[in-house]
């Protein structure tokens, strides 16, 4: 009878458990609104996805996903030298009652840089690696 009763008792604690370990981590908005010739959407998801990992979960507790989102802005091109020159701009901005974001960013970080003689890979490759520098550095000083 005590073994009945304690299984009668541990099943609601262990479906409990089930579902806190399944629960979905949150979610912030990211937008992007970059040069296509420069880095495309998918890519720039990416930074984002790879970089906010892990840390939704301790960022949420500070920054709520439904007070808080993600825009980045990465622009450049070549000039008549065949320099890449590239510039990435992360910002944290406030959400709206309708899921937009409202353009007072909270947190700003820019970065760029210029390539001599690069090909339109060698300058995709740039453009990501200048948005994760500036996207790290929004994202590090909300971490502190």
């Not at 409990?16 to 979610?27: F, I, K, Q, S």
């Not at 709520?64 to 990465?74: A, I």
């Not at 309708?98 to 001599?116: E, I, M, Q, Y």
Request: some cysteine; hydrophobic content about 45%; overall charge positive.
């Amino acid at each position: 009878m005590k073994t009945r009763l304690a299984c009668l008792l541990a099943t609601p604690l262990l479906a409990l458990a089930a579902h806190a370990a399944h629960a979905a981590d949150p979610v912030y908005i990211t937008l992007d609104h970059s040069s296509d010739g420069v880095i495309d959407k998918a890519s720039a998801q990416a930074v984002w996805n790879e970089l906010l990992a892990g840390k939704v979960v301790k960022l949420n507790k500070l920054y709520p996903t439904k007070r808080w989102g993600f825009v980045s802005e990465v622009e450049g091109g070549f000039n008549q030298g065949k320099t890449c020159v590239v510039t990435a701009r992360a910002m944290m901005m406030p959400v709206t009652v309708g899921k937009s974001l409202v353009f007072k960013p909270n947190r700003t970080a820019t970065a760029f840089d210029a390539l001599p003689n690069a090909t339109r890979e060698q300058c995709q490759d740039l453009a990501k690696a200048k948005l994760k520098e500036a996207a790290s550095g929004v994202l590090s000083g909300l971490m502190q």
